[in-house]
Nanobody, 124 residues
């Protein structure tokens, strides 16, 4: 049974940084592409970033490019999202997701495992 557990969310002021972690279990981690999505109140869940397993290639949403960095540690079965220069518009619940693919999917459907989410709130 695949389990993804996010941590690291919180309340910060605009311009601050946060680092989210996602600990994975019940899967062969290095064979999965990993992603981060977020969902703000009243909005649909949206893609934030993805990283594949073989080469560590990454992809970002335009809204976070240059501010967020996705990474993974296959030895620890953990992926991370370093979020710098946070803005109030980044306020959302952030979800970790896993997909059995070597590509970098940006839509929800390829991801078949999801975490419960961690709240990130950025005040102005």
């Amino acid at each position: 049974q695949v389990q993804l557990v996010e941590s690291g969310g919180g309340l910060v002021q605009a311009g601050a940084s946060l680092r989210l972690s996602c600990a994975a279990s019940g899967l062969t981690f290095m064979t999965y592409a990993m992603g981060w999505f977020r969902q703000a109140p009243g909005k649909e869940r949206e893609f934030v970033a993805a990283i594949n397993s073989r080469y560590g290639n990454t992809r970002y949403a335009d809204s976070v490019k240059g501010r967020f960095t996705i990474s993974r540690d296959n030895a620890k079965n953990t992926q991370y999202l370093q979020m710098d220069s946070l803005k109030p518009g980044d306020t959302a619940v952030y979800y970790c997701a896993a997909a059995v693919t070597s590509s970098l999917p940006t839509t929800l459907s390829p991801y078949n495992s999801w975490g419960q989410g961690t709240q990130v709130t950025v005040s102005s």
